[in-house]
Structures are given as structure tokens and as C-alpha cells.
């Protein structure tokens, strides 16, 4: 067993028993609370435009996806190079 999970109800019962509170923290500074509030500013707007960026792409493939069709085909450069143009074996 933990000797600190030992001593800490101890420690609490001596306290409320003496009356002696839980030393506080210090409060924040006004620069560190602008300086908290101007980063929680910078990530909402990172946050929008990389929202606006990602529904940008979203509508860029939805519109690649539409076009669809194959294209007019090259019987030079294409793969097939012509087989089953003329004689139908593809």
C-alpha cells in the first residue's frame, strides 16, 4: 500500500479539524489571459479555414465525379493501341 494514499485522509481530517485550508493557487495575470484568449482566437480561425479548405476539395472531387464519361480515346496512345477498334476482340 501507497503511503500517500495512507497519509491523505490524515492530512484532510487535520485540516478541517484546524480549520487550515488548501493553499490556492495565485490568480492569472491579465497578459497570460489576453495571450490564453488570442490563441483560443488563432485556432478558431486556423479551424474555419481549414473547414472552408476541406468543403473547397469536397466540391472540387464532387464536380471531377460528375464530369464522368471516358473522353474521345486515342487509338496511338492509348493502351489498346487500336485492338478491338477495328476487328471488335475487346
Same mark, same amino acid.
Given at each position: 500500500?501507497?503511503?500517500?494514499?495512507?497519509? $491523505?485522509?490524515?492530512?484532510?481530517?487535520?485540516?478541517? &479539524? &484546524?480549520?487550515?485550508?488548501?493553499?490556492?493557487?495565485?490568480?492569472?495575470?491579465? =497578459?497570460?489571459?489576453?495571450?490564453?484568449?488570442?490563441?483560443?482566437?488563432?485556432?478558431?480561425?486556423?479551424?474555419?479555414?481549414? $473547414? =472552408?479548405?476541406?468543403?473547397?476539395?469536397?466540391?472540387?472531387?464532387?464536380?471531377?465525379?460528375?464530369?464522368?464519361?471516358?473522353?474521345?480515346?486515342? &487509338?496511338?496512345?492509348?493502351?489498346?493501341?487500336?485492338?478491338?477498334?477495328?476487328?471488335?476482340?475487346?
Amino acid at each position: 500500500m501507497c503511503t500517500s494514499s495512507v497519509f $491523505k485522509p490524515v492530512v484532510k481530517l487535520t485540516r478541517g &479539524l &484546524l480549520g487550515i485550508s488548501k493553499p490556492q493557487a495565485p490568480g492569472e495575470s491579465e =497578459e497570460a489571459k489576453a495571450a490564453r484568449e488570442e490563441r483560443k482566437r488563432m485556432m478558431a480561425e486556423q479551424e474555419e479555414t481549414q $473547414k =472552408e479548405e476541406r468543403q473547397k476539395r469536397l466540391q472540387d472531387q464532387v464536380r471531377r465525379r460528375k464530369r464522368g464519361g471516358t473522353g474521345q480515346r486515342s &487509338l496511338i496512345t492509348g493502351q489498346a493501341g487500336g485492338v478491338g477498334y477495328f476487328d471488335e476482340t475487346i
